[in-house]
């Protein structure tokens, strides 16, 4: 078994930032990329940013210059530093990890959501 358990989310006015964290824990032997996806009422999911075991980041046009991914490879934790927040900006955050159990199953998990709001 392995959890996904975001925090950091939370009312904002625009301009403002926001940090949100998920940890990965359980039978875990290697968390590979982990990411960050949105999704606005009434929209698709969206990718946000990505970053591989490595460091290797990717991030949506929307975001790029204003959010910064990081990992803790040695606590299996990803952050989203998002400054500069915009209303646009407004949805509910999953964290999205690549986990190798101790069983050697790859497999996509998720967290449970945390909401980020932006007042304009």
């Known amino acids: 078994q392995v959890q996904l358990v975001e925090s950091g989310g939370g009312l904002v006015q625009t301009g403002g930032s926001l940090r949100l964290s998920c940890a990965a824990s359980g039978s875990i032997f290697r968390v590979n990329a982990m990411g960050w996806y949105r999704q606005a009422p009434g929209k698709q999911r969206e990718l946000v940013a990505t970053i591989t075991s490595g460091g290797s980041t990717n991030y949506a046009d929307s975001v790029k210059g204003r959010f910064t991914i990081s990992r803790d490879n040695a606590k299996n934790t990803v952050y989203l530093q998002m400054n500069s927040l915009k209303p646009e900006d407004t949805a509910v955050y999953y964290c999205?990890?690549?986990?190798?159990?101790?069983?050697?199953?790859?497999?996509?998990?998720w967290g449970q959501g945390t909401q980020v709001t932006v007042s304009s």
């Open positions: 999205n990890a690549q986990v190798v159990d101790l069983r050697w199953r790859q497999r996509d998990y």
